[in-house]
């Protein structure tokens, strides 16, 4: 199962005929506007093709300017990332080498590729 938010635009003239003709489409769920025309609805499909098939019915109706997907969540990709995460251990091998040496570790991560040495070094320089 596929569900994925749908941002349609119109202008705000059209607003109320747009999100009536949305309501009674049958392909969609509508949650909320703003004054300036953008529309929120969420569409539902067993695959990527189906909630396709309900999008191009969204860009049919009369008055839509634009509509577009923005956020999208498939309950079988969570699966597969949920299968991963359970056969992989919390903590990484690497971390419980007791022989590893702090200076041989680079870290590529969420520290701007910085290597775990120059970051212990700027650190303890900060300290002092």
Do not use: W
Request: glycine share 4%.
């Amino acid at each position: 199962m596929n569900i994925s938010s749908i941002v349609v635009q119109t202008l705000p003239k059209n607003l109320d005929r747009v999100i009536e003709d949305l309501k009674n489409s049958g392909v969609c769920d509508y949650h909320m506007h703003d004054e300036k025309g953008r529309i929120i609805v969420t569409i539902e499909g067993k695959d990527v093709e189906e909630e396709l098939k309900k999008l191009k019915v969204i860009e049919a109706i009369p008055h839509v300017a634009s509509a577009d997907m923005q956020m999208t969540y498939s309950e079988e990709e969570l699966s597969r990332h949920m299968q991963v995460l359970e056969n992989s251990d919390a903590v990484p091998k690497m971390l419980n080498d007791n022989n590893l040496k702090v200076e041989d570790i680079v870290y590529h991560g969420d520290l701007k590729k910085k290597d775990l040495v120059s970051f212990a070094q700027e650190f303890d320089n900060q300290g002092k």
